[in-house]
């Protein structure tokens, strides 16, 4: 093969007995590394025969543990790596603790289930028997739970035919940060419809388009940042194209559902007019038709959220404007009738949150105290109306701050962050985002979908 780098690059096959030569092409290696394709490079050392070995993982995975342990101020002063023998092998093993005992399994959960997704999965290769306990529902749960009380930021786009799925640490107005930088999960391939991005509780929904008998459709696709995992899912079959789709989560039942609506037209007068519902988690996925006793129209671009169970949407009742509410877990529709326009919901302290434009003063959140008597509560928001131009993605966290970041992706890349009680506002840079891409870091591009309250989650793994 060729000594130096450049493209393209062959390595080269000659069979002794048959006396001939073929060659393969390797490709890829520079995008990875960011090379110039055109340039040469240094020498390159290839070696054959190589295997993945895993030797010395257990005890290096052991000693993570311990710093751990130090790290969440757990006394480790009279632990100590030590190696022993197993009845059933000769092979050297590794504990940790004296005496030859090894930690008790409810502290290496413990343990474990504060550490990174991607973390979990090199943890598996350890042992048969920590492939079994981290593959378990159990742990899944446990691991959620954990990962709840460390919200992140979820930004996503599409790009060159991929969508790529970043998170960044969810900041509290009291941390003083100006800059951060984004871990890079996954990039999806696929021709993607780039209207529909919806997220809740670690998972991200979107459609790809398939060419499926000829005909183009519209597939949806579960996609878990956390793992790398693309599931793909039944296409709703609906004899009218036009669908409207929200993600839920069930906190009950731990269950995930998909509600899709078909819309139709008639005489100005715009209802959904099938209800469908899939359900994740259990057997194979399909869809199932439920009933709605109240017609309605899901607004369009409108994105819905999910607060404790319940799934609120902008709609229009007989072009009234309401906010549609439905129940993950029992599958029931209720209504909330407003006398104002909106611009977008938000999850305010573990609330219905409506942010509203008043062009003639100021911003205004308005808060959902009581869902039976329709009792609101009013903040007014000083920022400037600008802003509303520039931005989509908008949320509110357990601290009292209401969140933005800019839709459009172009650098530098700020999030925003507004405190209503202080009534202050600061903006958090997001940097390292296009050089992990290959963008042009000048160059403007398309919509970036911003979630906030990202959590890790292990469900679903294969």
Same mark, same amino acid.
């Given at each position: ?14 069979? =002794? ?17 960011? &090379? ?51 009845? !059933? ?16 399994? #409810? ?19 350890? *042992?048969? +028997?920590? #492939? ?9 749960? !446990?691991?959620?739970?954990?990962? !709840? ?25 009291? +941390? ?9 999960? $996954? ?11 919806? *997220? ?10 398939? $060419?499926?008998?000829?005909? $183009?459709?519209?597939?949806? =696709? ?22 409207? *789709? ?14 899709? &609506? ?57 072009? /009234? ?8 877990? *029992?599958?029931?529709?209720?209504? /909330? ?29 308005? =808060? ?25 993605? =908008? ?63 292990? &469900?679903?793994?294969?």
């Amino acid at each position: 093969m060729t000594w130096r780098w450049k493209k393209p690059f062959y390595v080269y096959y000659y069979n =002794v007995e048959r006396k001939s030569v073929r060659r393969v092409e390797i490709q890829g290696i520079e995008e990875k590394v960011f &090379m110039d394709p055109a340039a040469h490079h240094g020498e390159v050392f290839t070696f054959p025969n190589h295997v993945e070995n895993l030797i010395y993982l257990h005890s290096q995975t052991i000693a993570k543990i311990v710093m751990s342990l130090e790290k969440y101020n757990i006394p480790v002063k009279h632990l100590k790596i030590i190696k022993g023998h197993t009845r !059933s092998s000769k092979n050297s093993s590794t504990y940790v603790g004296g005496n030859s005992e090894t930690l008790p399994i #409810d502290l290496i959960i413990e343990i474990l289930k504060r550490l990174p997704a991607k973390a979990i999965a090199l943890c598996r290769c350890v *042992s048969k +028997e920590w #492939d079994s306990l981290l593959s378990s529902p159990n742990f899944a749960k !446990s691991f959620l739970t954990s990962s !709840s009380t460390r919200p992140q930021l979820l930004f996503t786009f599409e790009f060159k035919g991929k969508w790529h799925f970043f998170s960044s640490p969810q900041l509290h107005f009291n +941390e003083n940060i100006s800059v951060v930088a984004p871990d890079y999960h $996954m990039g999806v391939s696929g021709d993607w419809y780039k209207e529909v991005c919806l *997220s809740a509780n670690g998972f991200v929904y979107l459609y790809e388009k398939q $060419m499926l008998k000829g005909k $183009m459709e519209r597939v949806p =696709v579960l996609c878990n940042p956390s793992t790398g995992q693309k599931i793909p899912l039944p296409k709703v079959r609906a004899k009218n194209n036009e669908l409207r *789709s929200f993600l839920g989560y069930d906190p009950i039942e731990k269950q995930f559902k998909v509600l899709c &609506m078909t819309v139709t037209k008639y005489r100005r007068q715009i209802n959904s007019r099938e209800h469908h519902v899939l359900t994740l988690g259990k057997g194979n996925p399909s869809w199932r038709k439920i009933e709605c006793e109240f017609p309605h129209f899901p607004q369009n671009y409108r994105k819905g959220i999910c607060i404790n169970g319940i799934l609120y949407y902008a709609a229009h009742n007989n072009f /009234i404007n309401v906010i549609a509410c439905f129940n993950v877990k *029992s599958e029931k529709f209720r209504f /909330i009738h407003i006398d104002f326009n909106f611009w977008t919901l938000i999850n305010y302290k573990g609330k219905l949150g409506v942010l509203v434009r008043d062009y003639s003063d100021n911003n205004q959140l308005w =808060v959902l105290d009581d869902t039976e008597k329709g009792k609101w509560t009013k903040h007014i928001l000083y920022f400037p109306n600008m802003i509303f131009w520039n931005i989509k993605s =908008v949320w509110g966290t357990d601290t009292g701050e209401v969140v933005w970041a800019q839709w459009c992706w172009k650098k530098p890349f700020y999030v925003y962050y507004y405190n209503v009680e202080r009534k202050s506002v600061r903006r958090v840079e997001i940097q390292g985002i296009e050089e992990k891409v290959f963008m042009d870091p000048a160059a403007h591009h398309g919509e970036v979908f911003t979630f906030p309250n990202h959590v890790e989650n292990l &469900m679903f793994r294969q």
